[in-house]
């Protein structure tokens, strides 16, 4: 079974920078599509960006388009958000989660791996 643990996050000033970091253990994840949701103190998770496995298609919500970048690296069983010019808005805790199966689009509905999430605070 794969498990997912989130690093990177902390406390940083707007317009700051962030790399976070998913590392997967236990399987494999170069057969999955991945993703990074974030929820804020107060409301619940939200989707941010996705990634196919093979890492030449991206998708990313409006919240996210423009600030934050999906990539991935296989070999290392990593994926990662890096986040710029970022927001006291941004202030959650972030996730990353994959899909029940290999070869499927992570959605919303369908993420069954998470991990513990990595806290990022943006000062103002």
């Known amino acids: 079974q794969v498990q997912l643990v989130e690093s990177g996050g902390g406390l940083v000033q707007a317009g700051g920078s962030l790399r976070l970091s998913c590392t997967a253990s236990?399987?494999?994840?170069?057969?999955?599509?991945m993703g990074w949701f974030r929820q804020l103190p107060g409301k619940e998770r939200e989707f941010l960006a996705t990634?196919?496995?093979?890492?030449?298609?991206?998708t990313y919500a409006g919240s996210a388009k423009g600030r934050f970048t999906i990539s991935r690296d296989n070999a290392e069983n990593t994926v990662y958000l890096q986040m710029n010019n970022l927001k006291p808005e941004d202030t959650a805790v972030y996730y990353c989660?994959?899909?029940?199966?290999?070869?499927?689009?992570?959605?919303?509905?369908?993420?069954?791996?998470w991990g513990q999430g990595t806290q990022v605070t943006v000062s103002s």
């Open positions: 989660a994959a899909p029940s199966q290999p070869k499927i689009i992570l959605t919303r509905t369908n993420a069954e791996y």
């Open positions: 236990g399987g494999t994840i170069s057969t999955y599509f």
């Open positions: 990634i196919s496995w093979g890492g030449d298609h991206t």
